[in-house]
């Protein structure tokens, strides 16, 4: 889409960063941070090694389309989702237009009566990436759940693995 275009490969930082940096304790690292921040022909590219975790959640509601675009605006190379019962479809092909990778978590669940089933949930984290078209190697699912991790071994290891 046209915004893809326009947003792919352009970081912009934004007031927090100069912030941040002024706010520092004077140092040789503030001072060679002033200069990048003034320093015109400087170009700053995404990166991997930035996460938005949550998207840009110190400046937008985090989880919306507002705050994961933000982050990918910002430099993030990779955004973070929480994985929630209804479809994150949306943050999926937000992330993807802007060529972002993803590290969707799946959050503790207790199953209600009307729910569905744990396995339905861990399998349906992966489904909607594989669904979408994304790439085993732009997807790095995570839990805090040991559980989690050996239920996507077996069932989806051939799937997230990246081609050798």
Known sequence: SGMHSHLLGRVELGPRVEYLVNDMASSPLKTDLQACLKDSTLKILPSDKSIGHRGACMQFPEHTAE????????????????VSLVSHAESIDLIKMHGGKFTPELKTYTQG????????????????????????????????????????????????????
């Open 67 to 82: 705050s994961y675009r933000a982050a990918l605006v910002q430099g993030a190379g990779i955004v973070e989702c929480d």
């Open 113 to 164: 009566s009307l729910s569905i089933a744990y396995d339905q949930v861990r399998a349906k984290l992966i489904q909607e990436y594989v669904h979408a078209g994304v790439p085993a190697a732009q997807v790095w699912p995570q839990s805090f759940n040991m559980p989690d991790i050996e239920y996507w071994i077996p069932n989806y290891g051939s799937t997230l693995r990246p081609p050798a």
